[in-house]
Nanobody, 120 residues
Framework: VQLQASGGGLVQAGGSLRLSCAAS????????MGWYRQAPGKQRELVAT???????VYADSVKGRFTISRDNAKNTVYLQMNSLKPEDTAVYYC???????????????WGQGTQVTVSS
């Protein structure tokens, strides 16, 4: 199983970016999918997560600015980031809780990380 993230880059404050993360491989089902981020010198923190049923959870710092969505048919999760701030600068990691078969417990898989840099 692989998670391939894309969409990071450099943007000015107030701008927008859209991150994508596609899961591939021998996947039976995917439960939660979401995004974490890690800024230099800081711990990795949850940004947003989406359950298989569509329930979403956001960090307080991104509520109203970021939107998580997913395309279950494509095993892909997206993060639309609007009104970006310099403090959003970080490496963004996607994850997915994946079952490889009906009898195997769900396991978290991680993408490689994509850099988001917001200039002031």
């Amino acid at each position: 199983v692989q998670l391939q993230a894309s969409g990071g880059g450099l943007v000015q404050a107030g701008g927008s970016l859209r991150l994508s993360c596609a899961a591939s491989g021998s996947i039976f089902s995917i439960n939660a999918m979401g995004w974490y981020r890690q800024a230099p010198g800081k711990q990795r923190e949850l940004v947003a997560t989406s359950s298989s049923g569509g329930r979403t959870v956001y960090a307080d710092s991104v509520k109203g600015r970021f939107t998580i969505s997913r395309d279950n048919a494509k095993n892909t999760v997206y993060l639309q980031m609007n009104s970006l701030k310099p403090e959003d600068t970080a490496v963004y990691y996607c994850y997915a809780a994946i079952k490889l078969s009906v009898v195997v417990a769900s396991k978290d898989y991680w993408g490689q990380g994509t850099q988001v840099t917001v200039s002031s």
